[in-house]
């Protein structure tokens, strides 16, 4: 039970979103957890799982995306090495492709077909309720940065957090509440529409992700840190062309919708 909890956090860990809240994972990431040591060998795991995927009729283009980046060698010496952005789909196919004799195969087989059913009801959802189910996420993301900022140094949260909305946003928390309307009383993410809550996500989530890599160790790194990571984020949907998030319009609190939820199901009982 240890090491299936091990591994299904490590692959929870590691699993990125992109601007508008999809899934992904590194090919290069999950090679490990999932028992390979060689990525020439997982690599052909993935050809399989591609192979599968065009046979399903489904465009794997979709779900594998192939790259290539530099890195540093021996004595300064630079070269490529491949990777691949996988959707779930993606990791789905690999774990039902990969040997059957390894246990983490067995363990990974469950976890993405198990993130597959989740995202199935999420798309059932209606869009009040897929707000909630984002806001709970970017609140449990939040708890989950405020403890590696602890170990990263910072005891000013109030400033650290404002770092990653100035870099989102271009603005601090008052002045965003202020542009949009929203009294400064409520939480600014309790008013944010789906777009807005998954660039967030994105932000803290990467935040987090960038402070445990770099081994961020003092509150001033940790504070730039979160500023640029909300930087290349806005940076990102400004190429994509879409709205920044301070003109994106502010809805209705989800504190007041999940209360209105609340009352039609005890309605429905009576």
């Known amino acids: 039970m240890e090491r299936y909890d091990s591994i299904i956090n490590r692959l929870d860990v590691l699993k990125k979103h992109t601007t ?9 990431d999950i090679q490990q957890i999932l028992g390979y040591t060689t990525w ?33 060698a021996g004595k300064g010496a630079t070269r490529q090495k491949g990777d691949f952005f ?8 690999i774990a039902m492709n990969g040997d059957a004799s390894k246990s983490e195969i067995g363990i990974a087989q469950t976890y993405f077909a198990v993130q597959t059913r989740r ?37 000013k949260y109030a400033l650290f957090h404002d770092a990653g909305y100035k870099g989102l946003y271009e603005m601090g928390l008052t002045d965003i509440k202020t542009k949009k309307g929203i009294p400064l009383s409520d939480d600014l993410l309790d008013r944010a529409g789906r777009t807005e809550l998954a660039a967030n996500e994105f932000r803290i989530t990467q935040t987090e992700e960038k402070l445990v890599r770099e081994n961020v160790g003092n509150e001033k790194q940790a504070i730039n840190t979160h500023y ?5 984020i806005r940076e990102t949907i400004k190429k994509l062309g879409g709205t920044m998030p301070e003109d994106l319009p ?15 199901i005890e309605a429905g009982r009576n």
């Not at 779930?88 to 196919?93: E, N, Q, V």
């Not at 640029?228 to 290349?232: F, H, I, P, T």
């Not at 502010?250 to 039609?264: A, D, G, V, W």
């Open 119 to 155: 995202q199935e009801i999420f798309d059932k959802l209606t869009d009040q309720e897929k707000r909630i189910v984002l806001r709970l996420r970017v609140k449990k993301a939040n708890i989950s940065l405020c403890s590696t900022a602890k170990r990263a140094g910072v005891q």
């Open 40 to 72: 020439e060998n997982f690599q052909n795991v993935i050809k399989r799982a591609y192979m599968a995927c065009e046979s399903a009729g489904i465009d794997p283009v979709d779900h594998f995306l192939d790259t290539t980046k530099m890195i540093t």
């Open 86 to 93: 996988l959707t779930r789909y993606a990791c789905y196919l």
């Open 250 to 264: 502010p809805e209705e609190s989800i504190k007041k919708i999940t209360r209105k939820l609340q009352r039609q």
């Open 228 to 232: 640029d990571v909300g930087k290349e």
């Open 20 to 28: 508008k809240g999809g899934e992904y994972w590194m090919g290069r």
